[in-house]
């Protein structure tokens, strides 16, 4: 990482800010109601030296794994630049794991002690800590971590700063990023300081950032995208981050914050569609946006109610974005970015270019980025200095991660245009033979499935079946009403044109069968999705596999499934 500016890595980054800008504000954190914290950098720069002051003093070996359990707060970004300047390695939890791996991932990682913090399911959580662990909380943390454990502005209140720079070298492991995994045991992937300083500097020649820009944290901070974006964004420009308070608020949050850069999940964008839709019906829409002066007033209009009428840059990721939902908000004015990328390469690899039309794709390579398609697999592979070390503890598998010339295989499928442009058509490892011997690739037909407003998450399957089958789970809001009799009549029909519709625009082998609608909602605890909502396709297997042949042979186009 020779190439990578002493001064771009993150701890020299925080340096900067204490003594350029001790003043200004940097962190926002509401307390409760319409109470809000404000950190200046000067504030931060002393409550993480004086943890960090706390931390050696534990005489833990250079190189110790700190983990971090939390929700998006202050303390959460001031956690993981204390265990960097006491010389330890942080390893990020999500907030909403089940207890058996939490205790996985501590256990794995030989965590030395955990930051708990701001959390709803602590309760479910605690059986996962370790007995004995040293745990420290934060001034949000649940009553009964507050109560039992060392808290963040006592150890503050006692602990002397720790004075000077202390570095860490561009080579040294700054992390662990625990994978998802929407198969088997999470895998901690290793990245180094030099890797995020190198990704944020590929990153804002791609999208400009400064220090007036403000961002909304809310994607868990254990996900690569929120760590590069909004954490080491944040060091690297000296921005505002403003920090969500809960589901609840979540629409007061962004009306606070007004984001200049605004970076979510598909899930959430059609989410922000539908309450839309539910003020105005789209045909009523898309013909006042089509008047010239009316048009613009709409748009400005629709854009405050979300929160983002400052918004310069929108981009999606984690999943693929419908190009009908991409093409809708252009219409409202808003051009969304379409990133690709994984927690392997720091999720720096492709991104469409501000400006140029180049929905459909996932755009063309970061400068620094290569990128090819093998030949016999179709797989894509790409390589850059944001490479991840590897897999902590894994060496075969981390080596089976790449190929013999140091290319990472990323276990997607796909194509690159004439202009550069990736287009991501499925996954290797998920595609499957029917009965009638041919392949079907699922991850396109999932987007036409899941682009139903009442569908929240869907499967594509059936390996050894006649026709693939759609397997979908609705949001919460049609869940609830599939109850009343009059409502379940009427999504049935509507499921039913949905999947003519998709249907026509497939080749004869690819066709679904039937539409199955599960009711039992696919969650965290139960398994069925990862972290970050991915659904595991292994797990949808082990559940529904032997329900398959009945369903195909039942000769309904929508079946409802109780259990």
């Given at each position: 990482?020779s190439n990578v500016p ?141 109560k039992n454990y060392k ?82 964004g944040w060091l690297r ?327």
């Amino acid at each position: 990482m020779s190439n990578v500016p002493p001064a771009s890595l993150a701890l020299q980054r925080l340096y900067h800010w204490e003594t350029a800008a001790p003043t200004r504000v940097a962190l926002t954190q509401p307390m409760g109601g319409a109470a809000v914290q404000d950190f200046t950098w000067a504030q931060v720069g002393e409550q993480v030296r004086r943890m960090a002051a706390y931390l050696q003093a534990q005489g833990w070996e250079p190189g110790s794994r700190v983990a971090i359990l939390s929700k998006n707060c202050a303390w959460w970004l001031m956690s993981d630049l204390a265990i960097w300047m006491a010389g330890y390695v942080s390893v990020p939890l999500y907030p909403t794991l089940a207890h058996d791996t939490v205790r996985q991932i501590l256990t794995h990682s030989e965590a030395k002690a955990c930051f708990i913090g701001k959390l709803d399911g602590w309760e479910g959580m605690k059986p996962g800590v370790p007995e004995g662990m040293p745990c420290i909380s934060y001034p949000l943390s649940p009553a009964d971590a507050i109560k039992n454990y060392k808290g963040w502005d006592a150890i503050c209140a006692g602990t002397q700063p720790l004075q000077g720079q202390p570095t860490r070298g561009a080579d040294e492991l700054a992390t662990l990023i625990y994978t998802s995994g929407t198969t088997g045991m999470p895998k901690g992937v290793m990245h180094t300081f030099g890797n995020f300083a190198w990704a944020l500097g590929a990153g804002i020649q791609r999208i400009a950032m400064n220090e007036q820009d403000r961002m909304l944290s809310y994607l868990p901070l254990a996900h690569v995208v929120e760590r590069v974006l909004v954490e080491h964004g944040w060091l690297r420009t000296g921005m505002h981050v403003y920090f969500a308070e809960s589901l609840d608020t979540f629409a007061a949050d962004l009306q606070r914050a007004r984001p200049t850069i605004f970076f979510s999940v598909p899930r959430l964008w059609v989410k922000f569609q539908q309450g839309i839709h539910h003020k105005m019906p789209e045909q009523k829409l898309q013909r006042l946006l089509s008047l010239p002066l009316i048009g613009g007033l709409v748009r400005r209009k629709v854009q405050k109610a979300l929160g983002l009428d400052q918004c310069r840059v929108a981009a999606g990721g984690a999943a693929p974005m419908p190009l009908a939902l991409l093409e809708w908000y252009s219409r409202l004015g808003l051009h969304i970015n379409e990133g690709y990328g994984m927690t392997e390469n720091l999720a720096v690899s492709h991104l469409t270019i501000p400006g140029k039309n180049q929905q459909g794709s996932v755009g063309p390579v970061y400068d620094g980025v290569e990128h090819r398609i093998d030949p016999q697999t179709g797989e894509v592979q790409m390589r850059s200095p944001a490479l991840m070390l590897g897999y902590y503890k894994e060496p075969e598998l981390s080596s089976a991660t790449f190929t013999a010339d140091g290319w990472l295989k990323t276990g997607d499928k796909g194509r690159i245009d004439a202009q550069g442009c990736l287009h991501i058509t499925g996954r290797v490892k998920d595609l499957f033979k029917t009965a009638k011997g041919k392949y079907v690739a699922p991850a396109p037909i999932e987007d036409k499935l899941g682009a139903h407003e009442a569908v929240e998450a869907c499967v594509v399957t059936g390996a050894n079946l006649g026709q693939p089958l759609g397997i979908v789970m609705l949001g919460a809001e049609a869940a609830g009403q599939a109850a009343d009799a009059g409502y379940r009549s009427k999504l049935e029909a509507s499921l039913q044109q949905h999947l003519k519709q998709i249907n026509v625009g497939l080749d004869p082998h690819e066709q679904l069968q039937c539409i199955v609608v599960v009711t039992t909602p696919w969650t965290v605890d139960n398994d069925l999705i990862t972290p970050t909502f991915k659904v595991k396709r292994n797990r949808i297997e082990d559940v529904y596999a032997a329900n398959y042949e009945r369903w195909e042979n039942s000769g309904k186009k929508v079946i409802w499934h109780n259990a």
